[in-house]
């Protein structure tokens, strides 16, 4: 009876004791990674000249839709970093994308300071004339960009030809839209909008001609 009595016991205080240690035992971590935003900017926090830090969060930003965020980084990374023709470009490419079509103008004319033989710069300027409705200056913004890019890149000269025929088809000059498109269409086959552009416009020429 005394040893039944015994070996009771030691059961009790062995589940006691099992208890006990099993309250003791951490539980599974619940905290989560920290935000790949909140990274980069604590990254800028602790060198804010960290260069890598400032491009992956302006590439987040734009993934993500956060223009007005774009717009503040971009502007801290030129305090920081400097005058950055691609930086002033992003700027004004956000501003487009908002609407504000002076600002995004007056960003693309300080990186053309920086960097004013820039083809893209230029091509981007005409889209935003384009945007404004003013055709005259988007010819001339696409011209240069045409100029300036030269003869080593076809794909892109065959862009700003394309551009360049849209500016004349939105003054209703078809003939010398068709020009264009089929210089774009000559440069770049494979232009995703050139060839529909070329027989829309020779569409309409062909329906205006006396018969």
């Known amino acids: 009876m005394k040893k039944i009595y015994t070996l009771l016991i030691l059961l009790v205080g062995l589940g006691a004791i099992f208890a006990q240690q099993g309250s003791e035992l951490p539980g599974p971590t619940q905290s989560k990674p920290a935000s790949l935003e909140k990274q980069y900017l604590d990254a800028i926090d602790a060198n804010p000249k960290n260069a890598q830090a400032y491009w992956g969060l302006l590439k987040l930003y734009k993934a993500s839709g956060k223009e007005d965020s774009l717009i503040k980084i971009a502007l801290k990374a030129i305090q920081y970093l400097g005058d950055d023709p691609e930086l002033y470009a992003i700027i004004g490419d956000t501003y487009k994308d908002k609407g504000d079509f002076s600002k995004s103008l007056s960003y693309y004319q300080m990186a053309l300071k920086i960097s004013p033989i820039s083809s893209g710069l230029y091509n981007r300027m005409g889209l935003t004339l384009l945007k404004m409705e003013n055709y005259h200056q ?64 020779e569409n309409s020429l062909s329906q205006n001609t006396p018969q």
């Open 138 to 201: 988007a010819e001339v913004a696409f011209k240069a960009a045409i100029f300036f890019v030269g003869n080593e890149n076809n794909v892109a000269k065959g862009r700003y030809y394309n551009n360049l025929g849209v500016s004349f088809e939105a003054r209703q000059d078809h003939e010398m839209a068709a020009v264009f498109f089929k210089k774009a269409l000559k440069l770049d086959p494979s232009h995703p909008y050139a060839l529909s552009n070329l027989q829309r416009i």
